[in-house]
């Protein structure tokens, strides 16, 4: 399983997520402690908001801790929100157009998780695809797949319904198949404004994630694993959540795909 950090809130060198910290990112893609592979080393990726209202982007399919450039950049790159990722393929070649995060237009996403029997229900997930959307799709995995749904189901004007709907459609198509319906799906995503998150899974199994303050609360992370320092105070997400980080703060919603409606549970100055 794959692991990543996102960060929204006054501008920080990236290397305060990927490299700097006890347990960093670049640390978690040689040992993470809470996956069930402790190596991932399937390539990495960051994607950055800075001046444009895309995103930067850059990934590579060497293992976060060799490649000679990302330590460096992430020293130099300084933004208000960014994501990085670090990858341990569960599907898919280990290739750039692979790597997480995943960007169309505004919008960056990287995903942690898994769809059950995918490549046996590939192909009507791509069929409910309109062609511009399709064509935006490089590699192979589930996850780009997933973000693309998202963006067809209408992830520009409602991210949290966009997600339930792709959720649904994916599991209405594993059951279509007679397959176990099986969905585990902890993301993080955004427009360039608000940095969003879901924690979910079908079953007890939903990939963790975790937020703390940073910068005395000038800024926010969201996280797979904690990093290791003392000053910082870590609170697991729970499972079923929508997490949402605005200039306002934290607001966390209850997520579950299956009804109709979410109703906020929590809010987070």
Request: hydrophobic content about 40%; charged content about 20%.
């Amino acid at each position: 399983m794959c692991r990543w950090a996102a960060y929204r809130g006054t501008p920080i060198p990236l290397e305060q997520l990927v490299s700097a910290p006890g347990h960093s990112l670049i640390e978690q893609s040689q040992q993470a402690t809470q996956a069930k592979t402790a190596t991932n080393g399937d390539g990495f990726g960051i994607a950055w908001y800075g001046e444009h209202p895309e995103p930067g982007l850059y990934r590579d399919v060497l293992p976060a801790w060799s490649d000679c450039n990302l330590r460096s950049l992430a020293r130099q790159i300084r933004s208000p929100l960014f994501l990085a990722h670090v990858r341990a393929s569960t599907g898919g070649a280990t290739s750039r157009d692979n790597c997480h995060p995943f960007v169309h237009g505004r919008w960056s996403f990287m995903h942690n998780g898994q769809i059950a029997g995918f490549e046996r229900i590939r192909r009507p997930m791509e069929a409910a695809l309109s062609d511009p959307l399709y064509s935006a799709r490089h590699g192979t995995t589930d996850s780009e797949l997933l973000f693309l749904l998202a963006l067809e189901f209408g992830l520009d004007t409602d991210p949290a319904a966009a997600f339930a709907e792709t959720i649904r459609f994916t599991l209405a198509e594993a059951g279509r198949a007679g397959l176990s319906p099986l969905v585990r799906f902890t993301s993080a995503f955004s427009d360039g404004e608000t940095l969003y998150a879901i924690r979910y899974a079908t079953d007890a199994y939903a990939p963790t994630l975790y937020s703390a303050p940073m910068c005395g609360n000038g800024g926010h992370c969201l996280v797979s694993e904690p990093f290791h320092d003392p000053d910082t105070k870590w609170h697991e997400i729970p499972a079923g959540s929508f997490v949402t980080l605005t200039s306002s703060g934290m607001r966390s919603m209850r997520f579950d795909p299956m009804p109709t409606e979410m109703t906020r549970v929590a809010e987070v100055a």
